[in-house]
């Protein structure tokens, strides 16, 4: 079984700054890919980017307007990852998920989630 594991979430200012992490534990494997996603309320979940294990990354499609202020990298530890956040805005307020699975970051079907974070930026 695999668990996975958001962190760094919380309350900030409009134009702070957030790092999430996440970390997979288990039975994990050598060729993954991990991904983070939101949702904000009333909205559908957003794909933001993925790393694999070979350290490639993806921007999702719906996330490319992001580039410049969200930066996917992989963590200190093998299965984990950050997701560093700058010049926050109110809509970026969402629950923040993590998620991984064998493969890679292309036409994947992600099985395992966290719980999510949550991120508020207040105005």
């Known amino acids: 079984q695999v668990q996975v594991v958001e962190s760094g979430g919380g309350l900030v200012q409009i134009g702070a700054s957030l790092r999430l992490t996440c970390t997979a534990t288990?039975?994990?494997?050598?060729?993954?890919?991990m991904a983070w996603f939101r949702e904000a309320p009333g909205k559908e979940r957003e794909g933001l980017s993925c790393?694999?294990?070979?350290?490639?990354?993806?921007?999702?499609k719906d996330s490319e307007n992001l580039k410049g202020r969200f930066t996917i990298s992989r963590g200190n530890t093998k299965n984990s990852m950050y997701l560093q956040m700058n010049s926050l805005q109110p809509e970026d307020t969402a629950m923040y998920y993590c998620?991984?699975?064998?493969?890679?970051?292309?036409?994947?079907?992600?099985?395992?989630w966290g719980q999510g974070t949550q991120v508020t930026v207040s105005s």
């Open positions: 998620a991984t699975d064998r493969g890679s970051c292309l036409d994947q079907d992600f099985g395992y």
């Open positions: 288990g039975r994990l494997w050598d060729d993954y890919a």
């Open positions: 790393i694999s294990s070979s350290g490639r990354v993806t921007i999702y």
